[in-house]
């Protein structure tokens, strides 16, 4: 199941050249459906597997959101809102390759909504469910919101992958997570130091957990790969050098791959290697297509021939 308050629709378009005060004539665009949980939806599906999308939608564009997830025939349940749901916009400079991302912030949400986000969530959430929250909050939904749908995962025994950041990122920790997936610039936010190099990610990452209720810590660096912590057990694992045509939803496909994975009883170790073939595969495609199943099936069968056995650690060698 996927919980997503700040969907998007999710619009990419070309142009030969970007200029200032110029009228630019772009190609037809493309439309996808988008926002945190609602782009794990759709990746998982890639996939081959199914899920529960549950988000916030109001208005035209919140109805179009809808028939665009009816096409990839993904499974809604949604929380209507009085606000319009947001739309972002992409647009690649055909000339030099660059790619501009506009990102909209999403209107505000009345108290009712977001409490009837968290009553349904309690209703639907079923012990041993895994339970995906991802994105940003809107205006009007309190910093503790994550926190909240925390502690109703933790009481029903479900299993919670957080990805977010800033104050909700901070707030939802103290709910108890299972799985958290923070960048570099998030992990060190998280423990409270301001930057993080070779030398102290092992340790620092290793004490968050033991002063965190975090079981399972992946910790992504975009091309490089990522590193996998849990209380005795380390993993760095490389990525993929693949020809880029979009950055949008690599986060989000890397967190489907992961949570597929589990869903499908592999280990830790399998699912942080899925994850990251996940990730990359999605880098490969154009706008916001996300990730393909063909690209992660053989990037994976690269990062289990690569993956080193030197680079595997126990909690003895911290």
Known sequence: ??????????????????????????????????????????????????????????????????????EEKIEQKIIPTKSWTRENLSVTEESSDKQYRFGMPGLAVEEGEWQQALRILEETLSEGDYLVVSGSLCPGIPDNFYQRVALIAKNIRAKLILDTSGEPLLLGMKGGVFLLKPNLSELSVLC?????????????????????????????????????VTADFMELVPAPVVQQQSTIGAGDSMVAGMVWSLAMGKSLSEMVKYGVAAGTAATMKKGTQLCEKEHVDQLYEWILAHASNDEQFQKSQF
Do not use: H, W
């Not at 772009?26 to 549950?54: E, H, Q, T």
């Not at 190099?197 to 910790?219: G, I, R, T």
């Open 1 to 70: 199941m996927t919980l997503t308050v700040n969907p998007a629709i999710d619009k990419s378009t070309t142009v030969e050249r970007i200029l200032p005060n110029s009228k630019l004539r772009c190609a037809i665009p493309r439309y996808d459906a988008g926002g945190g949980g609602v782009n794990v939806s759709r990746a998982i599906k890639k996939l081959g597997g199914d899920s529960l999308c549950m988000y916030l939608a109001g208005g035209p564009s919140g109805t179009f959101l809808k028939k665009l997830l009816d």
């Open 192 to 228: 409270g130091v301001k930057a993080i190099s070779v030398n102290n990610m092992e340790s620092l990452a290793q004490k968050f957990l033991v002063d965190n209720d975090c079981e399972v810590l992946v910790v992504s660096m975009g091309p490089k790969g990522a590193m996998l």
